[in-house]
């Protein structure tokens, strides 16, 4: 069981970084305060991967299972990619704007 929530590690913070920025995104505006959304997004975004950079080098360290290690690196990797996609459009983009 362990091994395979190991495995999962970069799917499953990928998907709490995508909850935290676009649900922190709605709450921050209804607040009124759009323009620290941006820092938060950013401040979880790098914590999420530098998370999962550290937990993939703990397993990189232990390679036990080489077969699930094959498909647990290549898929944290592809969480990292989609930890900085999903964070683009919030740094990139102004919060709280009325659609036009």
Known sequence: MRLAVSTLYGP???AGQF????ASESLFCRAGAG???RAFALAVSVAAAGVLVVLVARQWRALSQPALDSVG???AGLSLLAIVWTALPSLLMASCTAAT
């Open 12 to 14: 499953l913070l990928w």
């Open 19 to 22: 909850l935290l920025v676009y």
């Open 35 to 37: 323009e620290t959304h």
């Open 73 to 75: 690196v290549p898929l």
